[in-house]
């Protein structure tokens, strides 16, 4: 998985600007000051972490392909990370803990892995991975020191988007929980309270000055946003989830009730050892709110708007949430469980490689090839983007031909070669 993903990002990750990163131009090559920049708000997001490391990234490489790359290798490094969570809660490692790399890595991400910027849905997912070792590692000695990498993880996720925005309210509301119980000194009660504050007040800071996307159509309602909401949680599995069409929402919904009835038994059962279950509750939680925000954010467009292939990472906890509560709750459920999760993935992960090339050869390469080509010709960025993108308006176009002039003066890859308008 690790050597095709390397192939994928090489072969295929876009030099040029890919959609929302054209207006990123000016602020990648310093002509506009990055600091606003990190705080404004994109679509529904606001991304000041990942827009940090973006930056540096592409000053330090000069290669918008590098936080491709970057994406790839934190993917891999996740995946590895699970694998070693679940031999630690186990003792020992299953063939079936291949699920990891077999959701994450392959190719059928396709959108995650051409789009540099993407990085952002990549940052969601790893911490996200964090927080839930966190949770599932806790005990009763160590409920301050988890309670405290939950809010600094909780913290960063808060910077990574409205996605990240649900998991850090699930960690700052689970810290405040291993406050209010168990044995702790009254000081470490009260900071675990004082931090998780943070996160409320974050939030209200996050919503100064929100608006709905203007070019966004009205979400379509709470069923029809559920509906797409549960396609889009299906893109765990990949690509290969489209091919069963509108029904993918029912086992996907019906797992996830299953998923609560293991935690909330896991509640009655163990009385005196609430933090894991209760931790997974909230994480899920999260995980369902992401799915749903997906769904209210995307219902408007067009009816299987879930299904893009982008989502596959930030969707992606709530499969590890399902595992890892199988994991935990032992006997045939931590047996059969994870093998049923593994063998579906196992099942999907020759639709999602060939997918992933099928759709770089067919779409991605060829548009590429022909961008390049043109800008090579010596066509002015106007002639080229009115080729390309007849479809964009006045403004749009304007924008895009500013950038790609500014990356032909600051000598950016084959942007040298481009034209000059004539006055």
């Not at 699930?170 to 810290?175: F, M, N, V």
């Not at 954010?297 to 509560?325: C, E, H, K, N, Q």
């Not at 639709?351 to 090839?369: C, H, Q, Y």
Request: with cysteine; proline share 5%; glycine share 10%.
């Amino acid at each position: 998985m690790f050597v095709a993903g390397l192939v994928y990002v090489e072969r295929y990750a876009w030099t040029n600007p890919y959609v929302d990163e054209w207006d990123f131009v000016p602020v990648l090559f310093g002509e506009q000051p990055a600091g606003p920049w990190l705080w404004e708000l994109h679509n529904e997001h606001r991304f000041p972490f990942p827009r940090l490391i973006y930056v540096c990234l592409f000053r330090l490489t000069g290669d918008l392909r590098a936080g491709c790359l970057v994406s790839f290798l934190g993917m891999s490094l996740l995946a590895g990370g699970l694998i070693a969570l679940a031999r630690r809660l186990r003792g020992r490692a299953k063939f079936v803990d291949a699920i990891f790399p077999l959701t994450l890595m392959h190719t059928g991400q396709g959108e995650n892995l051409y789009m540099g910027y993407q990085m952002c849905f990549m940052l969601v997912a790893v911490l996200a991975g964090a927080l839930l070792a966190v949770i599932v590692l806790t005990g009763e000695r160590n409920r301050f020191r988890r309670g405290l990498q939950a809010i600094v993880l909780g913290w960063l996720l808060l910077t990574c988007g409205s996605a990240g925005l649900a998991y850090g309210v699930a960690a700052a509301a689970w810290a405040v929980f291993l406050a209010l119980t168990g044995r702790m000194p009254v000081r470490q009660r009260v900071a675990l309270w004082l931090l998780g504050a943070v996160t409320p007040a974050y939030i209200w800071f996050y919503f100064q000055g929100y608006a709905r996307p203007a070019h966004h159509p009205k979400s379509a309602g709470v069923w029809e946003s559920a509906r797409v909401g549960l396609e889009a949680q299906s893109m765990a599995f990949g690509p290969a989830a489209t091919g069963v069409g509108p029904i993918v929402g029912v086992p996907v919904l019906v797992v996830g009730l299953m998923l609560v009835a293991l935690l909330v038994g896991a509640l009655w059962r163990y009385r005196n050892d609430w933090p894991r279950p209760v931790g997974l509750l909230l994480y899920l939680g999260a995980a369902a709110a992401v799915a749903f925000g997906i769904g209210w954010g995307r219902s408007g467009f067009l009816s299987d708007m879930g299904f893009a292939w982008r989502y596959g990472w930030i969707v992606a906890p709530a499969l590890w949430a399902g595992y890892f509560t199988c994991v935990l709750t032992g006997g045939r459920v931590a047996t059969y469980c994870p093998l049923v999760l593994f063998l579906v993935a196992l099942a999907v992960t020759p639709v999602n490689s060939i997918s992933g090339f099928l759709d770089a050869e067919r779409n991605v390469k060829p548009f590429d090839d022909a961008w390049e080509a043109d800008v090579r010709s010596g066509r002015s960025a106007d002639e080229v983007i009115r080729k390309h993108f007849p479809e964009y308006s006045p403004e749009v176009q304007a924008r895009m031909a500013a950038s790609m002039r500014l990356m032909r003066d600051r000598g950016y890859t084959y942007y040298g070669s481009l034209g000059v308008e004539e006055k």
